[in-house]
DNA sequence: GCAAGGTC
């Protein structure tokens, strides 16, 4: 070590990059030990030491087996787990820095897990005693300078908030894994990992319930009428601005009308113009969307390359929220870094030339992160291609943001036969803008000709169509991600990856476009809905969330919290053994709804014998689907019930499982009409 | 071994 370290100040900041730049901030010089970076210096007559850690060192954890389980401890992560040996060297560091301290300074983000790392750190390491909270927002040297000499003292109320949060998750976590492991280590016999948890099981539920929902639809039948018209020689497609129709009759005789009289007239013809601002800076969520949209990537896909790029230096800190960039940031400098890249130099110059460079912002924020920006470093020689489209995702939607919006011409012809609307509507772009930056975005050009009102239009085609109701739209993992995110569980950092658990441990598969349920995760669901039904709801994060707050105001505590859980879960673990140890396999086969009886189609266990029918449960909840749809066919279209079966049979939007009773149903009739025939 | 939360 360079200097003797005694009566220092250590400082501990959540990430190295934080810690660089706090010690930037304060003027101190920087060392290596154990191949990790310290700062050492003299502040305000002080001496300091500046350390970063890489986020939570210590993790709960407990030695005993089976459940329910109520004891656990805080140990170093790497005795957990072998993936984090990196941090041993992050332990020795601290060890050493923090030897012969006579203050600790927690400058990790101000957050409650931020509390949670400084203060597990300190109280290892040091004393919290002895310790104070430094608070800041955004790493500029004037705030990081600002928050350094205005110290706050340690919040041992956001402390408790955050220990609380993960010793909750760990036992409803660990508690439920466990049982849900034991019940169907008894019914396949062999040992089996499961896992539920607060932010996993909610995101099963919904997918799951999604693709029943989907896989079991029967399409409802309407009709409406497609018609086009000649205008100046050139033939359009019109949109109806009228609902379809219930009843055949009434669109046919309206097409016939139409057909008679061969004309419609123009009632009026509107063009607006409409300027479309550049889309703010991005956020994790955001670029997660758009790598998906454009390159098809994941999430998980996209947050590592994301993560690549920052340790490169390339891009600052991907794991935000935030469509905000930093008000200090000086992007006149890291424009001309970009100008400097062949790709972007034109469009970078344009920007330069302007007097003032105001970027647009989004609504969405985040407590100690701005929006992910470019550093204008560019080390590009190296980079592998999908580290390449990312990065020039972040490089273009930030160089759009000061860029000018797009001019949009859009123009929508009423069209009226009788008391029927019908529109033929276009758009066009008429000035790029930021859509040069930006290149991805789909605006539909359709030009059209603008009419006047009272002018007529000469019909060319008119037809009566079927159209049908909708299915729910499948999930995939990066829409997964949108939902947690628009329900608001899971963070930046981990939904990605709690998707991904999901399949790794066999509850989704994805086979074609769609996330789809395995056997497996149907029984999950079963089992957590029957026995574990608050694990299976979001509410439970809003009740957490609201605890948490009550602690940090100090209307209730950790102690009493964590008590109040264990009782919950001790009630509702006894229950759940009781009933799978002590009545035997049949009531676990009953839970999970197994039996010898086979379903017909795919020879799972049946549910309830219906009409003759023996099929499992998806399979019934389609033929119920089936059967409560033929009503409205048969009055609609005056069609039998083997009709009624053919014309679902070649409809694309019929569920999957619903196709698979259709054609199970149509193929016993035809054994049946054939059977008749022979006698 | 199971969670969810940080970050390399
Ligand atoms: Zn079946």
Redesign the pocket.
Known sequence: MVVDLKGHTVVVA????AAAKIATALNLKKYNMFGLPYWVGMVNSKLVVVV?T????F????DE??YPIFNYKWVP?WVENDE?R??VNYFKLMSKLFKNASEYINAC?Y?I?GSV?GYMIIRNFGDPKKAKRMKFSSLTLEELRYAYNNLKPIDWNMIDAGLC??EL??LW??NV??AL?DVFGKVYMRRT?L???????PTLVEVTNNFLNASTFVPDVKFSLRVKVSINGRNYALENLFDPFEDLDLAKSLAENIRRVKKLEVLESNVTDVYVDPLPPFNLPDLQYEASRIYGYTPYRTLSIAEEL??ESLISYP?TNSQKLPRSLNNREIISGIAKIKEYSALAKELLAKDILMPTEGRKDDPAHPAIYPTGYHPLRDLKVDALKIYDLVVRRYLASFSDPAYVRKVKNVITFETYRFSLSGSKVMSNGWLRYYPYMNFITREIPILRAGDVVEVVEVKVVSTYSRPPQGYTKTSMLKWMESVG??????RAE?IE?LFRRGYLKTSSKYVEVTDLGFQVVKVLNTFFTDLTNVELTRKFESLLNNIVKGSTTRELVISEVKQLLKNKLDIFKERIWKEGDEEVSKILGINKVKCRICGKSVHTVIDGLQLCEVHLTAYNNIKYRYDAWKQKLRINWDDYLIKLSKIKYLGSYSKEVVNYLISISNEKNSKLRGL
């Open positions: 959540e990430k190295p990059r970063g890489a986020g939570h060192l993790t709960l954890s407990s087996r089976g992560r984090a990196f941090l983000d957050d897990e790392i949060r993960h998750d760990w976590g660990i894994s466990r492991s990992i896992s539920a948890g607060r932010v996993q099981s920052y340790l794991r569980i899971g963070t930046e950092a981990t709690i658990n």
